[in-house]
C-alpha cells in the first residue's frame, strides 16, 4: 500500500520561508518522479514542482521559478519544497504526488498516487 504524509505547513507572514516535507511508503521512492501540486479556495488544482527520480532534472511553475526549490533524499524515501519570498497568492493546500514513471513531469494525470495535502497560509 503506497502513503504519501506531507506536513511542514502552517502560517508565515509574507516574505518569509518554510519548508515542506512528504515521506512515502510501499513503493521503490528511487524508481519514480516526485511533484507537488497546490489547491486554492475555489480554483483548480495547480502544478508547482516536480523532481526526476535521481534528482537531476527539476521542473517549476513559472509562478514560483526562482523562489521555491524541490529537492528529495532517496534514502529516507521523502520529498521536500522549499518556499522562500512566499506571497499570500501562495496560500493553499499543498499535495505531494508520486508520478508514474521516473521523469519529472507536470500534468497531473502523470502522478497515481497522493498525500492527504498541508496547508500552507500566507499573510498580508
Known amino acids: 500500500q503506497v502513503q504519501l504524509v506531507e506536513s511542514g505547513g502552517g502560517l508565515v507572514q509574507a516574505g518569509g520561508s518554510l519548508r515542506v516535507s512528504c515521506a512515502t511508503s510501499g513503493r521503490t521512492f528511487s524508481w519514480y518522479g516526485m511533484g507537488w501540486f497546490r489547491q486554492a479556495p475555489g480554483k483548480e488544482r495547480e502544478f508547482v514542482a516536480a523532481i526526476s527520480w535521481s534528482g537531476g532534472s527539476t521542473y517549476y511553475a513559472d509562478s514560483v521559478k526562482g523562489r521555491f526549490t524541490i529537492s528529495r533524499d532517496n534514502a529516507k524515501n521523502t520529498v521536500y519544497l522549499q518556499m522562500n519570498s512566499l506571497k499570500p497568492e501562495d496560500t493553499a493546500v499543498y499535495y505531494c504526488?508520486?508520478?508514474?514513471?521516473?521523469?519529472?513531469?507536470?500534468?497531473?494525470?502523470?502522478?497515481?498516487?497522493w498525500g492527504q495535502g498541508t496547508q500552507v497560509t500566507v499573510s498580508s
Open positions: 504526488a508520486q508520478g508514474r514513471t521516473p521523469q519529472a513531469v507536470g500534468v497531473r494525470s502523470d502522478y497515481d498516487y
